[in-house]
């Protein structure tokens, strides 16, 4: 019998800074662990860890076996040498080897043998959550490597909105300059804008402390907008509070629209 398969065909909205396995900076390469990497943390936010690692494996205790197989299927790559941080000025640019804009590239979904219906349910869930929501690769959490459909991608805030809600995710969402015309390489730029504190809001580097705070570019009909993401309401609005006066902040205007506001 012949198991189901799904494609699910992407591009990427800003650069994707995706290292090859040996973490040459030189190179840039899509890989599929990574890419199970996001699925995973986007799979945990619909679902619980134990069932993730029913879905996915896990490698902890007496270990499980993935349910689902991944393979990259096709790929279209634009390879560029971009700055890491393109709000700092070009004394204090380092640049690194990057998808470009536009690259795109496919993933299929294998269902295996052991996979349940509700595996596989959950599975492509998780897929199209990543898809909306999530990125890849460097500076992910300041909207580089945004990813987004090629295939039935919302057209409009209501689209989106619907979807994620059809989802049941259960993240605070807010969608930031809507009918301003700015590109993604503008909305790249200023979700790299951020303080330095407070910490539990945008991170910090010393002492590692990821960003609570999610940052993507989307792409709503002819329109790219600036998605912002928490688990928490307060995280969102202490967000709010330190960005509103800063001046790249600023071009996207004082309407923050709560997509998603569980």
Not at 1 to 12: G, H, Q, T, V
Not at 66 to 76: A, H
């Amino acid at each position: 019998m012949k198991l189901p398969a799904k494609e699910y065909r992407f591009c990427f909205l800003t650069p994707c800074f995706c290292g090859t396995a040996d973490a040459d900076p030189k190179k840039v390469q899509l890989r599929v662990p990574p890419i199970r990497g996001h699925l995973r943390h986007w799979h945990r936010a619909l679902f619980n860890p134990k069932d993730c690692n029913q879905v996915w494996g896990s490698a902890a205790g007496e270990g499980e076996s993935s349910r689902i197989s991944g393979v990259l299927t096709d790929q279209f790559k634009k390879e560029e040498s971009l700055p890491i941080l393109p709000h700092k000025d070009s004394k204090q640019q380092v640049k690194r080897q990057a998808l470009g804009e536009g690259s795109q590239a496919a993933i299929t979904l294998q269902r295996l043998p052991e996979c349940t219906d509700e595996d596989w349910n959950h599975a492509q869930r998780a897929v199209r959550l990543w898809l909306l929501v999530g990125g890849l690769g460097l500076r992910v959490n300041r909207a580089a490597g945004s990813v987004w459909p090629l295939d039935h991608a919302p057209q409009s805030k209501e689209e989106f909105a619907k979807e994620l809600q059809e989802l049941e995710f259960r993240w605070h969402v807010v969608l930031l300059g809507q009918g301003k015309g700015l590109k993604p390489p503008q909305l790249r730029k200023i979700a790299s804008d951020t303080p330095k504190s407070p910490p539990e809001v945008f991170g910090s580097a010393k002492p590692r402390c990821p960003s609570p705070l999610k940052m993507k570019v989307v792409q709503l009909g002819s329109e790219a907008c600036l998605l912002l993401l928490a688990k928490k309401k307060e995280t969102i609005e202490e967000a709010r509070k330190n960005l509103q006066n800063r001046e790249a902040w600023n071009k996207l205007g004082e309407n923050w629209l709560d997509l998603l506001a569980p």
